[in-house]
């Protein structure tokens, strides 16, 4: 017998709620009949009301961006920033984009990009700019395809009378030991030997060469060789290389310091960062200063340790030796309300597997470290993803996902809970995702829930195990429940963030691969995928009618509303590059009703609500959320 649709699904229907919800979220479906019925279950309201929908968009040809970084502004649009986007085509062709995409009006704008940010870091600033360091300088190598010999030679000058001079990409250097040549591959700046009393302090100054000849003879490694700078005869200068490898090569870090203003919508270049880095975490703290830590440097080398911090007023990066503590790339970093800063264990990129794993409380005022225990597969950190849960009153931090180091198979559904205004913060198991997954993005909702969306069971999304799910986490009862599948897959290079009007945007994703067997070469992901959660199909939303655009902690403000007010949150919106977001937080209120509006009330730490725009949610008695609106805090 043929079974027609509306059958089909009084079949469904009749088996119940929760067979109902099994057949709607459960893994990707067969048959053609099956996914129609999926297809129409999804769209009916009573299915949305309680999982939310997705809905898929393109953006225009002349737009579309490899969304690497994703930064929601205070005017309320969407900062997508590709640099190269990991293409080292673009990369050679200095061809850089940034995408500004305004939700409210569906428009966009191409923004010039001036070096190269892919897989920089970024935090805001308490004006609304936002601080953007960091980026490309070079494109990796792999091993099978490096030809040559190369590798970091540093140039000592130990003569103190010549003036500064430039040693010029091509230049030759000859080997002492042997005779054989490399090349200069950049210009540098050699200067003169500094004298003091009768002390003299060699200058020095690395670049990157370059063998001349392709063989393995000019390969050497932990072995220190002196090199001479051909057709130039300064006595006392001369080169110094311990290792020049045919290994793989690491991206090279960059130095490069913007502010990009969303009003003027362009870059602004500020001081250069100390140091070059390439996936460093940026993280904004007292006085609205930000910190910079970790990083591949300008060489590929992963830094060790020499953090760095921006001074917001002179607009200049200066170096912290005070803070000296090291972070495998892109660490998970939360500023918290009594100013210290928590690192949750988690990092999006590279690092050694024993050093700087382990989460804990970091106190800038004295460098000092409290490590907080519990945490479950904790050699599964990498590629995980974590989230201040929300309200950031209960200072609880989520780790969510995450797999093996580098690309070694394994990944965990695990996610654990830290309370650290807990006497001895430790982590505490939270409820198992429902698919082991890298990546998975965490978005903090006006509602108090947390939406978990989509990631890969493998390494960049290996062996086509994106998974196509998406749950709801609730932090007062500490459970997840399904939400509606996304259907674009999210692996590396993928963002989420929330938008003004309570949607959910999640973009990007970076696979190694385009097929399951893993024998072509990925594509890009550039569909954006918008999710709207169940509080949007409730019915009326209320309104804030009035509000100040000023707010000082500490202080109690007026606000015109449509409905009495249940809560009241600031969410303070993201920056999020490798599912990595120092900024999203969701601050509760004081609220005491009026007539026709409420009175709030904003907690007085700094740590709590950094200095920025927020946008101002309030939720009614049936827990759905106003539109937000922006409000700047001081
Ligand atoms: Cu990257």
């Known amino acids: 017998m043929r079974i027609t649709r509306r059958k089909l699904r009084n079949q469904v229907l009749i088996a119940g709620a929760g067979a109902l919800l099994v057949a709607v979220n459960g893994p990707q479906v067969a048959s053609a009949g099956q996914r129609a019925m999926t297809v129409y279950e999804r769209s009916r309201p009573a299915y949305k009301a309680t999982h939310g929908a997705w809905e898929t968009v393109n953006l225009p040809d002349l737009f579309k961006v490899n969304a690497v970084h994703s930064v929601l502004l205070s005017t309320g649009k ?5 640099g190269s986007g990991n293409d080292a085509k673009k990369f050679a062709a200095g061809t850089f984009k940034t995408v500004l995409w305004d939700p409210a009006t569906d428009t966009y704008k191409n923004i010039p990009t001036p070096k190269d940010l892919f897989c920089g870091g970024h935090a805001f600033l308490p004006n609304g700019n936002v601080l953007i360091a960091g980026g490309t300088r070079k494109y990796e190598v792999l091993q099978d395809k490096v030809e040559r010999a190369a590798g970091v030679m540093t140039i000592r000058n130990e003569a103190p009378n010549n003036e500064p001079f430039t040693v010029r990409k091509g230049s030759l250097f000859t080997s002492q030991t042997n005779g054989l040549k490399y090349r200069a591959t950049e210009d540098v700046v050699v200067r003169p030997a500094h004298v003091s009393g009768l002390r003299v302090h060699p200058s020095s100054v690395e670049l990157w060469v370059e063998a001349v000849g392709k063989g393995t003879e000019y390969a050497f490694k932990n072995v220190g060789r002196q090199f001479s700078l051909d057709g130039l005869d300064v006595p006392g200068l001369y080169g110094l290389a311990s290792t020049i490898s045919l290994d793989k090569q690491e991206y090279h870090g960059l130095d490069a310091s913007y502010e990009f203003d969303p009003h003027a919508e362009k870059y602004v270049e500020t001081g250069k960062l100390t140091k070059a880095r390439w996936y460093p975490s940026l993280l904004s703290i007292r006085g609205g200063d930000v910190l910079a830590v970790s990083g591949l440097d300008k060489y590929g080398v992963i830094i060790n340790g020499d953090n760095e911090v921006y001074d917001r007023e002179q607009q200049k990066w200066h170096a912290a030796p005070e803070l000296k503590r090291f972070f495998p790339t892109y660490p998970a970093l939360f500023r918290l309300a009594n100013g210290k800063v928590f690192y949750s264990g ?68 695990r996610t654990d809970v830290a309370d650290l205004d807990a006497k001895s913060p430790r982590y505490t198991p939270g409820p198992d995702l429902p698919s082991a997954a890298r990546y998975v993005s965490t978005v903090v909702l006006p509602d108090d829930s947390v939406l978990i969306s989509g990631g890969s069971r493998d390494y960049r999304g290996r062996s086509a195990s994106d998974v196509h799910e998406a749950s709801l986490y609730d932090p ?9 599948p996304p259907q674009v897959g999210r692996n590396y290079h993928s963002e989420a963030l929330l938008l003004p009007d309570g949607r ?12 399951s067997s893993n024998t072509t070469a990925g594509t890009f992901e550039q569909r954006v995928e918008i999710y709207s ?20 902690r500490g202080t109690t403000f007026e606000v015109r509303t449509s409905t009495r007010v ?19 937080r969701s ?35 049936k827990g759905t959320p106003s539109v937000g609106r922006w409000v700047q805090v001081r």
């Open 78 to 82: 969407v900062l997508l920033i590709a």
């Open 346 to 413: 988690s990092n999006a990129g590279y690092g050694p597997d024993d050093e700087g794993r382990t989460p804990g409380i970091w106190d800038l005022k004295d460098n000092t470290f409290k490590t907080v225990p519990g945490l479950r597969d904790a050699g599964m950190n990498e590629t995980s993803s974590s989230v201040l849960l929300p309200p950031a009153q209960d200072q609880k931090v989520m780790i969510a996902g995450g797999g093996s180091v580098g690309d070694r198979k394994g990944s965990t559904a």
């Open 476 to 484: 007062a009862s500490n459970t997840l429940t399904p939400a509606a």
């Open 504 to 515: 959910i945007m999640t973009m990007g994703s970076d696979p190694l691969y385009g097929d």
């Open 533 to 552: 959660p169940p509080y949007l199909f409730h019915g009326a939303r209320p309104r804030v009618a009035q509000a100040p655009e000023l707010v000082r």
């Open 566 to 584: 249940a809560t009241a949150r600031l969410v303070r919106p993201s920056a999020v590059t490798h599912v990595t977001d120092t900024e999203q």
């Open 587 to 621: 601050v509760a209120l004081g609220v005491e009703n009026t007539s026709g509006g409420a009175r709030l009330t904003l907690d007085a730490r700094e740590g709590l609500t950094p200095s920025g725009w927020y946008m101002l949610f309030v939720t009614d008695a």
